[in-house]
């Protein structure tokens, strides 16, 4: 499988990491694998790793269904760590798509997996009051 994640309920974090190619089938069997685990839970942060696919195939019709899945709670922080230009570009499309349809969480796209944990480590309060 192109993407492996864990569900850690000390932390509240889910971790999805890709390590390998992505397409459209895929990327629709790992949001349906992930959100019927029954340890999942919509209140946990994320953090996904998309540095070890180097290509995330898809079309933008399937970007912006996908942005408007509501698979979390508001509130909830989901990191997206890319290690390339056109992943990096893609996630940063993704994200204003999503950002655009009010759900009320918030997704923040990194290069760099320190500062994205270190974002995640923050206290939500922080976060809303702009630390």
């Known amino acids: 499988m192109p993407v492996s994640y864990a569900i850690d309920p000390k932390y509240r974090?889910?971790?999805?990491?890709?390590?390998e190619d992505l397409d459209e089938a895929m990327i629709r069997v790992v949001e349906r694998d992930l959100t019927t685990d029954p340890a999942y839970d919509r209140d946990y942060d994320h953090l996904l790793d998309v540095r070890g696919g180097r290509n995330l195939?898809?079309?933008?019709g399937v970007l912006?269904?996908?942005?408007?899945?509501?698979?979390?709670?508001?509130?909830?922080?989901?990191?997206?760590?890319?290690?390339?230009l056109v992943a990096y570009g893609l996630a940063r499309?993704?994200?204003?798509?999503?950002?655009?349809q009010g759900l009320g969480d918030e997704i923040k796209v990194f290069r760099n997996m320190d500062e994205a944990r270190a974002w995640l480590a923050q206290p939500r309060a922080a976060l809303s009051r702009g630390a």
């Open 93 to 100: 499309l993704f994200q204003a798509t999503h950002d655009a």
């Open 57 to 60: 195939i898809g079309s933008s």
């Open 13 to 19: 974090l889910v971790t999805l990491t890709v390590v």
């Open 64 to 84: 912006r269904e996908m942005a408007a899945k509501p698979i979390v709670n508001p509130g909830v922080r989901r990191a997206i760590v890319t290690g390339n």
